[in-house]
């Protein structure tokens, strides 16, 4: 799709097109590492959760293209890394590595003629250090949404939102192992099994999806199922992100008779959005608190397929208290029909578990 035809109706389409070269640059890096992955590309946070030289890659090159794309806006991101492990003794080797992957990827791309110091790298990681709020621009990033699943070999998201006065108003999603065909047979598709999506969406303009190399965009939109028998639901892979006997017990009163499909990453939000699901759980822990960047671009995706996104007591996700998500435990994303029901079960079950 020429800029020109983006122009028509999308007050948002000069960030759209920056948001989806940079999340595309991103995946590439991303895709590197994940081939060749090493033991030594991996380190453990405080909170011990993993983090790869990719995570810090994607940061500084979304910082970076946002940045050149849109020299003349102020610039304001809330991400998830920041580079004090790679400032400590011994990170020396990591951050020489991080570096050099960056300036391969700028390179084999041919956008830019630049190349970045070990210091531009801590600084770009660094810039995401915004608290967001309720006014201005910030951008909102997750530059490996599903670090588990990458390392894994499985399903991981460069997720990349923008917040406009307390409201998200574009997303944009690649996913580099989601094939580009959806499993939703209504979905007509031209897309073959070409693997690598890449979701995007403006407020106001729908949801659509394209290669993530680049192909013809085509408009998605969620399943249209009212009954849930016929539904299936995605939830997290990874046992520790969401309480499973209260899915299926949410399951068994909505008599979805389907398994979950347990899928890493907000690629389930993209998933959703083009109808190869119809329910997302989300029931974390109870002591776990959910961030901006894990929901926001996803959650736009969704409910600009026609979609919903609510917490546990039917209330819309609110981006704008800074860099976590002040809500009700618990997100369901589905159709409009099935709304009113799945947060009726949600509701039940949750109060038969206290």
């Known amino acids: 799709m020429s800029q020109a035809t983006e122009v028509v109706g999308n007050p948002y389409a000069a ?12 995946a590439r890096l991303c895709q590197r590492v994940q081939r060749s992955i090493l033991h030594s590309d991996i380190q453990s ?20 293209v946002l940045k ?41 791309d041919g956008s830019y003629n630049m190349s970045l110091s ?3 790298v801590l600084s770009a990681i660094d810039g995401g250090k915004s608290e967001g709020g309720p006014s201005g621009r910030h951008w909102i990033l997750d530059p490996i949404d599903g670090t588990k699943g990458f390392i894994r070999g499985d399903q991981y998201a460069v997720a990349l939102g923008l917040l406009d006065e307390g409201k998200v108003v574009l997303g944009v999603l690649g996913c580099p192992n989601l094939p580009l065909k959806s499993t939703n047979k209504n979905n007509s598709s031209s897309f073959g099994d070409r693997i690598g999506s890449l979701f995007f969406a403006t407020i106001g303009c729908g949801a ?28 997290s892979f990874e046992a520790s992100h969401s309480k499973r006997d209260l899915t299926s017990s ?19 939000y993209g998933a959703l959005a083009r109808g190869d699901g119809a329910i997302f759980l989300r029931i974390p822990h109870k002591s776990y608190i959910e961030t901006v960047w894990d929901h926001a671009a996803g959650s736009i995706i969704v409910t600009e397929a026609g979609g919903m996104v609510k917490d546990a ?36 079950a949750m109060k038969e578990e206290q």
């Open 15 to 26: 960030e759209l097109a920056a948001a989806k070269k940079a999340v595309a640059l991103a």
């Open 45 to 64: 946070k405080a909170d011990k959760t993993p983090v790869t030289v990719a995570d810090y890659g994607s940061q500084v090159l979304v910082c970076l």
């Open 68 to 108: 050149k794309e849109l020299p003349s806006h102020s610039f304001s991101i809330i991400a998830e890394e920041d580079s004090k492990d790679l400032r400590e003794d011994g990170a020396q080797e990591i951050i020489e590595h991080i570096t050099t992957l960056i300036n391969e990827t700028i390179v084999n």
């Open 118 to 120: 070990k210091e531009d």
């Open 208 to 235: 659509q999806v394209e290669a993530l190399e680049g192909s013809e965009p085509q408009k998605i939109s969620v399943c249209s199922t009212n009954n849930p028998v016929d539904a299936s639901f995605f939830e």
């Open 250 to 268: 949410i399951a068994e009163k909505l008599g979805v008779r389907a398994p979950p499909v347990r899928m890493d990453s907000q690629a389930k």
């Open 313 to 348: 007591a039917g209330n819309d996700l609110d981006f704008c208290k800074g860099r976590y998500l002040d809500r009700d435990r618990g997100i369901i994303a589905t159709n409009k029909h099935l709304m009113p029901l799945v947060l009726k079960a949600v509701q039940e």
